[in-house]
């Protein structure tokens, strides 16, 4: 019973990561019909931001706001220069557009920061033992900020007039601009918005696993399997194809069942994954969930 409770603690951070990341993912798709690469880069940056004003002695609470802001500022001016300029259709060319800007940002990282992994210091490093299961601290920290970002998300996108008019961009950006909507200002502030998600993932996470340059693009691959499996556009759908993965993907690790000599053991983690984005997708090609254009 220790053994599955712990996995259950253990599981709730890799779901925490997927879902961050599957939500940007699928809330950029639910207004632009795009896949951003890029979310890899404001992961990572995150992190490693967070690692530099903790290092220069800010309190850690205060520098996950930080993080968030700067990262939505900073995408707010990729979308702005960038992204904003190319037509909707060039979905391929969006894609090289927002992986050369991961690449830009990560190679930086490594360049004039660091090509070490590092794990951000906090008040937070110690743990906890409840009935034999040992919980970290900062795991709390996780789940505390992850809950209510995705309440919150949940509650703005269906219940504020700023929500029902990126949705209303979303399904119709012509219609959304006889209303007086100004689509391409929506368009940025999802964007930014959901960058900031992907930000504040890098530092939240970067407490608990020692991040590189690069460490970002593996959470990406997985939020885009859960966005995808999910439906793409479909928020509450990002989030539940990452529990479905993150509990699937620790509890296959930790019993690794014994198949006639082959144990599903750590070492296939990733193969998880995309098992399961097959099998939600012959089963249902739209994704479980059928996502349309920010639908919550």
């Known amino acids: 019973m220790n053994q599955f409770l712990q996995s259950l603690v253990s599981g709730s951070t890799v779901v925490a990561g997927y879902a961050f990341l599957g939500i940007s993912v699928t809330l950029i798709y639910g207004m632009t019909r795009l896949l951003d690469f890029a979310q890899a880069a404001y992961m990572t940056a995150g992190a490693v931001l967070g690692y530099v004003i903790v290092e220069a002695g800010v309190p850690y609470l205060v520098a996950v706001p930080i993080v968030a802001i700067a990262i939505a500022g900073a995408a707010w001016i990729v979308h702005l220069v960038l992204l904003q300029r190319i037509n909707d259709d060039t979905a391929l060319v969006v894609f090289l557009v927002t992986f050369g800007v991961a690449l830009i940002v990560q190679t930086a990282i490594a360049k004039f920061v660091s090509v070490d992994a590092r794990l951000i210091d906090t008040p937070f490093g110690g743990t906890i033992d409840v009935m034999g299961v040992r919980i970290l601290i900062q795991q709390i920290v996780l789940v505390a900020v992850a809950a209510p970002v995705a309440v919150a998300l949940y509650f703005v996108f269906k219940s504020t007039q700023w929500g029902r008019a990126m949705r209303t961009v979303a399904v119709n950006a012509d219609v959304a601009t006889l209303s007086g909507i100004d689509a391409a200002l929506a368009r940025r502030s999802v964007y930014a ?30 939020g885009f399997v859960v966005a995808l499996a999910g439906g793409l556009g479909s928020v509450g759908g990002a989030m539940t194809m990452a529990f479905v993965l993150g509990y699937a993907e620790t509890f296959l690790v930790t019993y690794s069942p014994d198949l006639g000599g082959f144990t599903l053991g750590p070492n296939l983690r990733d193969i998880y994954a995309y098992a399961i984005l097959i099998a939600c997708l012959a089963v249902r090609p739209q994704g479980i969930f059928r996502g349309t254009s920010l639908d919550a």
């Open 193 to 222: 918005l959901a960058s900031s998600i992907s930000g504040l993932a890098g530092v939240l996470l970067g407490a608990i696993f020692a991040f590189g340059p690069f460490s970002g693009t593996d959470f990406l691959m997985k």
